[in-house]
Every structure is written in C-alpha cells, then in structure tokens.
C-alpha cells in the first residue's frame, strides 16, 4: 500500500480478502486456536512461525488493524492495547527496567505524567521531566547515563503545547536511545512523527481513530528505524537472549524492523494481557475507514470556535496552535500544514463561578471527560478531573480555575458557536 496515499490506507491498507473471502475484515471471536501437531504449536511458542494460539498474545483481527495503523504512520510494525495508557506503559518499559531513565516533555497527558512520575517510578524507573520549550542545552542536560527512552506528545493535552520533533529526536538519537512521540491529537492523517525522526509511535485510539465514543484502545508502531544493536549495552531486552523465550535475541532474530513489537507482544503482553478486544478492534477500524474525512472537519471546527473565542469580552486567552499569533502557531504550520486536531482551551475572566455558569448553560456541547468525538464535548477541569485542587493549588499546575477546554465535535460550525454564545451571555 506504499504507493496509495494515506486517504485510500485509511479505508483499504491492513487487510486484502483472498477470493470468496469477507470483504469486511472479520471479527475473530475466539480465545484459542486449534492445531493438528504439537509441533506446528511449538513452533508458535519458539517464534519459528508466525500464527495464533492465545488472543491475550495476538489475534488476527487485532492484527489486521494495527497493521492499517502501521501503515498510516509509516512504520514497519504495530500491535494493539487495551487502551492508550496501555500503549505507552508498553513503549516505555519494553526498553526500561529497574535502573533506566527516562526524558519526557513535562506538557503531556496528565494520566501519562502520572505513569511516568509516580507508577514507574515505584518500578525503579526515573524521569526528568524539561519544557517542551527548552533549549537544545536543557535538553542535553537532563540526559543522565541510564537514560533509555524519551517521551513526548505532538500535540499536548491539554495544554495544546506542540512538540518540537525534530529538536527531541535530534537529542534522543545523540545520546543512542529512541525517541516516543504519542500522536493521539493530530493523528496520522495531519502529521506523521516517523518522517520527522520519531522511532516509536503510541496512540489512544480511543480518541479520533476510533473517534465515535464506542471503543477504548491503543496503539503501538514502530518505525523500524531505530538500531538497537548498536547501542546494544542500553538495550540488553533486545540485544542479548531472551530466556523466558528459549534464548531468541530479538534484534538479531527480528532485525530493526520487527523487533520491538514482537519483544511487546511476545514478553509484555504475554505478562500483562492488556489485549485489546476483537470486537474493539472492529469497531477501531470502522472509525479509521472514514479517518481522513473526519480529521479536516474537526480541524475546520476547531479553528473556527477559536477565532470566535478570541474575538468575545469574557474571554482572558484562547489556546490552539491554529490561532496567529498562538506561541505554538509557527511549529504548528511547520509539523501540521493541514491543521492539528478540534481541541480547544480557553479561560474565562469571572473564574471559577463563570466557568460553572458557562457549563451549565451549555445546550449543545456535552460535559465530560472524553475529547476528540464525532459530538462536541466541554469540561471545566477545576469543576471536575482537578476538583481536589483549591484555586491556588490549580494556578501552580497551570490549570486556571476558569479554564475550559472544549472538544470540537462534526456538527456545522454555525450551531456551534451559536451554543457558546449563548453560554458566554450567561456568564
């Protein structure tokens, strides 16, 4: 599918049915499969072929999917999670263990600083966490000898932040260790990290691939770029035997294109199961056949309401990397010509009592937690995921007690904004 463009992966890449076979990839119901021999099974179990015995390990259908995926980002090979923080607890500790250390930009997914800066660390995992905005100095300086991965997002929620990819990859690849790019928000449809120097990247699919509210998932693909052979002394999971798998090295086995995903599935998912459903994976790949058509409409909604956002009196700043004058807007056009994603965040001047007055008159946008939906979603966070924070307490986290962030959904526009109006009238 190389040649395609990415709008005919997104419907056809992944799965090519044989003659009389469904056109629709299927949905493989089933825990195990059946063998004639006790041989073929071991061969399974040596890695000497490839098949299926356990679908806590892999699953066709799952296959089929995370190889659409992979083929989107352009990348060599991809797997399936059971959700996004799945997805990046996978990238990260399949090169990390007690001792390592890890880089990562501090503007990320609350959940995944969490991860990094409390669970991991109880694994005996370290981190430094540097400003997406650092210098290419404080970026070096905060490499350490056991340093093993280093972790960003493209596009940062919530805080809209941009990711500097080439920058990161540039001091990653300096220092022999790969760098982890989560592209959840602009999706491989408005930007690929692998062709800007990205080695590994994860998805919560759950977002805008599946992008219907239907199924939670993740996503790993690994661009095959990276040689781990190389550095093979930071990487003994990789460069020396396997004796939980009958002593395979994976990166002489697999070479660089297939073996870091074949060490997740083979080693992690095997002793943690964080499987993604057949069904889930179904439904994920119904979302990505319309992938590229969803993408630039949530992109058109986003900037719109942003543009109407910034104009309005009760409004102290808006927040999108499509905006002029946005600090992120030049990285923006350089990563994501076509846009980012739908995702806006704006604060309101009256606080906390205005932003509980604007929520409540919301009629057409929903409250939750969830974002990047096919219908509009909003949520004040200090009403609601930081509510245990007093206003100072959120001021210190950069989260303002009149910050809303709003998740622009398919609708057309024109009602959109009509429905924030009307709210921001009530404030």
């Keep these: ?10 419907v056809q890449a992944g799965y090519t049915p044989g003659n009389g076979e469904p056109r629709q990839i299927p949905i493989v119901q089933s825990t ?21 015995f356990y679908t806590r390990l892999q699953n066709p259908t799952n296959d089929h999917v995370a190889a659409k995926i992979a083929a989107l980002e352009g990348g060599t090979a991809g797997m399936l999670t059971s959700s996004g923080q799945a997805a990046n ?14 880089v990562a930009s501090s503007s990320i997914y609350g959940g995944t600083f969490n991860l990094i800066a409390v669970t991991m660390k109880k694994m ?32 940062a929620n919530p805080a809209l932040t941009v990711l500097d990819i080439e920058k990161f990859a540039k001091a990653a690849h300096e220092h022999g260790v790969p760098l982890i790019v989560d592209n959840t928000f602009p999706t491989p449809v408005n930007c690929r990290p692998i062709e800007w120097g990205a080695d590994i990247v994860t998805h ?40 939980s798998y009958h002593g395979i090295t994976y990166a002489e086995k697999f070479g660089k294109e297939g073996a870091f995903i074949t060490k997740c599935t083979a080693q992690l998912m095997r002793d943690f199961g964080c499987i993604q459903s057949p069904q ?33 009196p009760q409004v102290a700043h808006v927040n999108y990397p499509g905006l002029k004058g946005d600090p992120y807007y030049e990285r923006a056009q350089k990563y994501m010509p076509n846009g980012g994603c739908g995702v806006v965040s704006f604060e309101l001047k009256g606080g906390r009592e205005a932003a ?11 409250i939750e937690t969830h974002v990047a939906d096919a219908r509009t979603c909003c949520l004040n966070p200090a009403t609601s995921t930081h509510r245990q924070m007093n206003d100072e307490q959120l001021k210190e986290a950069g989260i303002p007690a009149g910050l809303i962030r709003i998740s622009c959904g398919l609708e057309d526009k024109k009602d959109l904004i009509t429905d924030l109006k009307q709210a921001l009238e009530a404030v």
Excluded at 40 to 52: H, I, Q, T, V
């Design 89 to 102: 607890f996978f990238a990260l500790f399949n090169i990390c263990e007690c001792g390592s250390h890890i």
């Design 356 to 366: 509980e007055k604007f929520m409540k008159s919301l009629k057409l946008a929903a």
């Design 124 to 155: 005996g995992i370290d981190a430094t966490f540097v400003s997406p905005d650092c210098t290419e100095e404080e970026l070096a300086a905060a490499f350490q000898d056991n340093t093993r991965a280093v972790f960003g997002e493209t596009i």
């Design 32 to 52: 195990t499969f059946k063998y004639d021999t006790s041989e073929a099974m071991g061969r399974l179990f040596d890695l000497e072929d490839s098949g299926y």
């Design 280 to 312: 889930h994976a179904f439904i994920l790949n119904l979302g990505l056949e319309s992938l590229h058509v969803r993408m630039p409409r949530h992109v058109e909604n986003g900037q719109a309401v942003a543009e109407f956002l910034k104009e309005q």
């Design 204 to 243: 919560s699919t759950t977002k805008y691939m599946d992008g219907h509210g239907a199924a939670v998932g993740g996503a790993i693909v690994d661009s095959g770029h990276f040689d781990w052979m190389a550095h093979a002394d930071k990487f003994p999971g990789l460069c020396k035997p396997d004796e």
């Design 1 to 10: 599918m190389n040649e395609y463009t990415i709008n005919t992966k997104c």
